[in-house]
């Protein structure tokens, strides 16, 4: 994928009752694709939700172009609701290193990071609150498909450690870098630990690879897959000081993301001493 690649924005809703005629509109049609009548009895905010609920458990499927530019509109406009935060308006602490607390959707940098399980093709969990659904439920069904294709050129899933490209479409970011970090059971090990440090390494080279500017991380594996926070913290910024002492010669400017204040206070411990 060429990094000139850019997902075009569409012109926002300026009203309520847009917002609320796309809603129904994208409603019908992911009942329809189910096989139910569409009954609009429900408030916005429920219609909306449902919308999500629905995308989540979704097949990979291309979506109509009709359909596809409404949802875009709407979902363009509520990133613009949320508010876009510059990442050049983040305070660098060292060496191109930034600490920003806060939903990673709203960034603009080049590139964010998810953390994918290995089929790479989103959380299929109705509404679940982890990374994975947050940013496909706010990028558009388009990611799914976009991800299927990705499985598809590479004939399997994806391997622990392993990062790969896709438009970040209704995002304010260009790209969506998803990799799979490990999955720690009962005991965590150097398997474990390697695997986390490969994930930040392939997102850093793959980011090189397509002229990446700016990259936002955020806390891979440390959710639902386990990886204890503190450890966490520390093989990612180590893998990032590594990878750019290597690279001295590449400007990647990379934002450590959190959303947890504890999170948050585990990478500022660490990075007083970079």
């Not at 989540?56 to 508010?83: C, H, K, Y």
């Not at 994975?132 to 990611?143: F, K």
Request: glycine share 6%; proline share 4%.
């Amino acid at each position: 994928m060429s990094v000139s690649e850019h997902y075009p924005r569409p012109e926002p809703f300026k009203s309520q009752e847009e917002k609320s005629e796309a809603c129904e509109t994208l409603l019908r049609f992911l009942l329809k694709e189910r096989g139910m009548i569409a009954a609009f009895s429900a408030s916005q905010e429920k219609k909306r939700r449902l919308i999500r609920e629905y995308m989540n458990v979704r097949a990979a499927l291309p979506v109509p172009q009709e359909i596809l530019e409404v949802q875009d509109r709407l979902f363009w406009t509520e990133s613009l609701e949320r508010g876009i935060v510059s990442v050049e308006e983040i305070p660098e602490i060292k060496n191109g290193v930034s600490l920003w607390e806060g939903d990673i959707t709203r960034l603009n940098a080049d590139a964010i990071v998810n953390a994918a399980n290995s089929a790479l093709l989103g959380c299929f969990l109705p509404s679940h609150n982890c990374i994975d659904n947050v940013i496909h439920s706010a990028a558009g069904m388009q990611l799914r498909d976009a991800c299927a294709k990705v499985v598809a050129r590479l004939g399997r899933e994806s391997e622990v450690g392993e990062a790969h490209l896709t438009l970040a479409y209704n995002l304010p970011s260009k790209y969506v870098i998803h990799t799979v970090g490990p999955f720690v059971g009962r005991e965590l090990g150097d398997t474990e630990r390697q695997g986390l440090r490969s994930a930040y390494t392939s997102c850093l080279n793959l980011a090189e690879e397509n002229n990446i500017k700016s990259i936002a991380f955020c806390c891979i594996s440390t959710g639902v897959f386990n990886f204890p926070r503190g450890e966490a913290a520390e093989i990612a910024v180590g893998a990032v000081l590594n990878w750019k002492l290597r690279h001295s010669d590449y400007p990647l400017k990379v934002i450590f993301n959190t959303f947890l204040p504890e999170d948050t206070k585990i990478y500022r411990e660490i990075l007083r001493f970079i």
